[in-house]
């Protein structure tokens, strides 16, 4: 069921304001994590693999979800229901969008069938949501309206890139993207080498996936070739691939055309000044 602006605005008024005391209990809001992305022959067994059994259940339970992309939430419940049975019909179930053009205004209708006492699931398009994920902000409005918050396991592919790659684990900090114009894409790497250097942390950033050869060859450029660079690909899938070598040894790979077979895939870049 989905709430219009002014019947969201209804319900918080009546729950928080002149104290006027209403019984229903808020519903939880569940962070639900997805994949970090599929092939075309996989099945239900993907989701052994990667997600708990008690995180799939708690998922198939809910009939309402606030999703940074429709599409992709439909294809990870066709996933879930290959082996836990659904709340309702998959086009019975609500899905709501929230992404990077959703206006601040419209959060409060996503949030108030939670505050009406449904239960919902935030679900990111890949990985765990509110982690560079436009979700954060509806975290961060239901803990405002005292709503529980419950965080469930699954996929990070920044965690799993930092285990992976032998950069320091325990000073670590995650960037985003970085600028596409070449010039100040350079100047940027350059201040988190410094960064790296100073703190001795690991910088992570992440690049759109046709972009990734570009964003090595400056990484490569850029730094002193003694920083250490991480490559990590495809994480959890069977074409996953995870190389950290100095952008000295980068460079000269590039140089020889052997590029990281990488294109188009997701793909987390690292880096850690020696």
């Known amino acids: 069921m989905f709430y219009d602006s002014f019947t969201a605005y209804k319900i918080l008024h009546k729950k928080y304001t002149h104290h006027i005391i209403d019984k229903t209990m808020p519903g939880i809001l569940y962070l639900i994590p997805n994949t970090l992305g599929q092939t075309d022959d996989e099945t ?23 999703a940074e992309n429709a599409k ?12 836990h ?14 992404n990077v053009n959703t206006p601040v205004a419209a959060l409060p209708a996503l949030l108030a069938p939670i505050l009406a006492g449904q239960d ?13 994920d436009p979700g954060a902000n509806l975290v961060r409005l239901a803990h405002q309206h005292g709503i529980q918050v419950r965080p469930l396991v699954g996929p990070s592919s920044l965690l799993l890139a930092v ?15 970085l600028p596409t114009d070449s010039g100040l894409r350079a100047k940027r790497i350059k201040a988190l080498e410094e960064r790296s250097r100073q703190e ?25 070739p003694d920083t250490l660079i991480c490559i990590a690909t495809d994480l959890t899938l069977p074409t996953e691939s995870i190389r950290t070598q100095t952008a000295g040894k980068w460079r000269r790979a590039i140089d020889a055309g052997e590029m990281p077979v990488f294109h188009k ?9 020696q």
């Not at 939430?73 to 066709?78: D, G, H, P």
């Not at 086009?91 to 709501?96: D, F, G, K, L, N």
């Not at 919902?120 to 560079?132: D, F, K, N, Q, Y």
């Open 265 to 273: 895939k997701p793909t987390v870049f690292l880096l850690l000044t």
């Open 120 to 132: 919902a699931g935030l679900i990111s398009e890949a990985g765990v949501p509110a982690v560079a």
């Open 44 to 66: 239900g067994d993907l989701l052994s693999r990667i997600i708990p059994q008690q995180v799939q259940a708690i998922s198939a339970g809910l009939d309402y979800f606030v």
């Open 200 to 224: 001795k942390q690991t910088q992570l950033f992440i690049e759109t996936p046709y972009r990734n050869s570009a964003m090595l060859e400056a990484l490569a450029t850029a730094c002193l």
């Open 163 to 177: 285990m992976a790659s032998g950069l320091n684990g325990q000073s670590f900090a995650f960037n985003g993207y």
């Open 85 to 98: 049975p659904l709340a309702k019909p998959l086009q019975e179930i609500s899905i709501a969008e929230l």
């Open 72 to 83: 992709s939430t439909r294809a990870f419940l066709k996933l879930l229901a290959a082996t």
